[in-house]
């Protein structure tokens, strides 16, 4: 069972650079590209290519629009995004408590 | 044969709760991981626009009526600015206030109180400044000279502290009020070395300038660079 729980955790969210783009997008309502670069000190093309993932996973969602006249992206957590996350925080800690018992 | 059999078990059996406690470990430190980032990420965006664009249009209409006046000496000079940032930020206060009521969200949530904390020792320094330069008698003139470029230098560095938590180039216009600050106090101490300080009356069109056109300009920027239009989803 406690072997299983490993297991268990969402792979795409479990990879670091994701998993800090899903925690930074689900404390916010959305976050431009910028933000996010800023946020988490990654590059433009590894920062694209995890967004990508999390995209094609369902997780994240995309929008464009014009701010000042030019191109702006931004990125929310979709509701399937934020239960997925919500599930890998709650395995977590039981994995956790299960330690500590 | 019967004993290593145990002792094979006894050690499978170690080497697994090992590795459990291991992973434990580990997922508790992706727990405070993703805390962290979290908290390190959640934006300040709160009424930036309509609060900058208030706070300038006060600072002019406050240089415009100390100039107008005139208020002239040290002491009233810093009385009348002190109560016009203590207006700005109760105003301020009151419209993030209504922001967050309207939002139905609580006024003072964590990025609030985050942004508040890193703007609070550098508030703390200038206001500390203007209550010793109220409360004192007989300071030099150098020292109301120098008040305005300390205040700036003060609120940059508050701003820049606050540009942590907050989008939107607010560092970017700390980093101003810093620079403005710095020339504005060398050039009131070369001022006082040469003997020439100008009427205490000019110091409100430097108030006004910073202050208040400064911050009534960034307000125009955000309002204009806040609409948006959407293209696709």
Known sequence: MKTETFSQLDKVIHEKGRMAIMSSLSSNPDLSFKELKNLLQMTDGNLSVHIRTLQQAGYVAVSKSFLANRPHTSYRLTREGQSAFKAYIELLAQIVEWNQD | ?233
Request: charged fraction near 10%; proline fraction near 5%; glycine fraction near 8%.
């Open chain 2, 1 to 233: 044969m019967a004993d290593t059999s145990v002792k094979m078990v006894d050690t499978r059996t170690l080497y697994c709760k090992v590795i459990y406690i291991v992973n434990s470990e580990w997922a508790a430190q992706r727990l405070v991981e993703i805390q962290t980032l979290m908290e390190r990420s959640t934006l300040y965006r709160r009424a930036l626009a309509p609060t900058t664009t208030l706070t300038g249009c006060m600072g002019m209409a406050a240089a415009w009526l100390g100039w107008s006046m005139p208020i002239t000496e040290g002491r009233p000079f810093c009385l009348f600015w002190m109560a016009t940032s203590l207006c700005c930020l109760i105003l301020a206060g009151l419209m993030i206030r209504r922001q967050a009521w309207v939002a139905e969200e609580s006024f003072w949530s964590p990025p609030t109180r985050r942004v508040a904390m890193a703007m609070l020792p550098a508030l703390c320094c200038g206001g500390g400044l203007g209550m010793l330069a109220i409360t004192q008698e007989n300071l030099p003139e150098i020292f109301y000279w120098g008040l305005p470029p300390l205040w700036m230098l003060f609120y940059g560095c508050a701003l820049f502290s606050a540009g942590f938590f907050m989008p939107r180039g607010i560092k970017l216009f700390g980093s101003l009020f810093v620079l403005t600050g710095l020339l504005l106090l060398s050039r009131a101490v070369l001022g006082s070395v040469d003997g020439v300080l100008p009427s205490m009356a000019h110091a409100h069109i430097i108030m006004g300038c910073s202050f208040g056109f400064m911050h009534f300009a960034y307000g125009i920027y955000l309002f204009m660079t806040e609409n948006t239009s959407t293209l696709e989803s």
